[in-house]
């Protein structure tokens, strides 16, 4: 079945340092939606990726979908505290509810 | 606009006792509804996800089930709970198209001793 893979599972980073988490698919995903879960809550949806090379930005998040649809990336500059938690990317192929990677749970060092 | 709202926060079961954990939307009609799992290290692992009133599709083979009886109600179940049943379990909620966001009540904690 659908498989979604994200990584790092964990990432500590100085405050005002750059961090990335990475999610891959064993197949072709329709689209991709990222999540961050703050520590004792529940996951809050971030955004959608749907076309191939999709590139959206949030603030100082910036999301991409790879051009075969196989893998996706969130990207924040210069962290702060505020960024703490854990991003949860999911994934489609067909018709079919989201398939969740295990996370990446950040820390960030003030 | 809609609300989700999911019961108890925390619990607390011995094994083998009974389980049964509640969610309802409100605000929306017909709306996908799906439970989730999460446990440490494993993410969010998708349990149970109903369409429409009745209609119940199971993800993961295991002691624990799901009932919709009406149609902004969704209803975990157990009979008899296992150790590993422990976590935090998750109700969401989207419109009826699976490219649709989903949104989350703000979980149950289950810890079986």
């Known amino acids: 079945g659908q498989q979604v893979m994200q990584i790092p599972q964990y990432q500590h980073v100085q405050e005002g340092e750059d961090f990335t988490t990475y999610c891959n698919s064993s197949t072709t995903l329709s689209n991709i939606q990222w999540y961050k879960q703050r520590p004792g809550g529940h996951p809050v949806f971030l955004i959608q990726l749907v076309k191939s090379g999709e590139v959206k930005k949030q603030k100082r998040l910036t999301f991409q979908f790879g051009e075969a649809k196989k893998n996706s990336s969130l990207h924040i500059t210069a962290t702060q505290t505020t960024d703490v938690g854990t991003y949860f990317c999911?994934?489609?192929?067909?018709?079919?509810?989201?398939?969740f990677g295990k996370g990446t749970r950040l820390s960030v060092i003030a | 606009s809609q609300t989700i709202h999911q019961w108890p926060a925390t619990l607390v079961q011995p094994v083998g006792s009974p389980l049964s954990l509640e969610c309802t939307v409100e605000g929306t009609s017909n709306p996908n509804l799906y439970w989730y799992r999460q446990a440490a290290g494993r993410g969010l692992q998708l349990l149970f996800y109903s369409v429409g009133i009745g209609q119940i599709s199971s993800e993961v083979p295991q002691n624990l089930s799901a009932s919709r009886p009406q149609d902004r109600q969704f209803i975990l179940s157990s009979k008899k709970l296992l150790l590993s049943d422990s976590g935090f379990y998750l109700c969401?909620?989207?419109?009826?198209?699976?490219?649709?966001?989903?949104?989350f009540g703000n979980g149950t904690r289950l810890t079986v001793t």
């Open positions: 969401a909620w989207s419109v009826l198209d699976f490219n649709s966001p989903l949104h």
């Open positions: 999911g994934g489609r192929s067909g018709n079919t509810p989201l398939v």
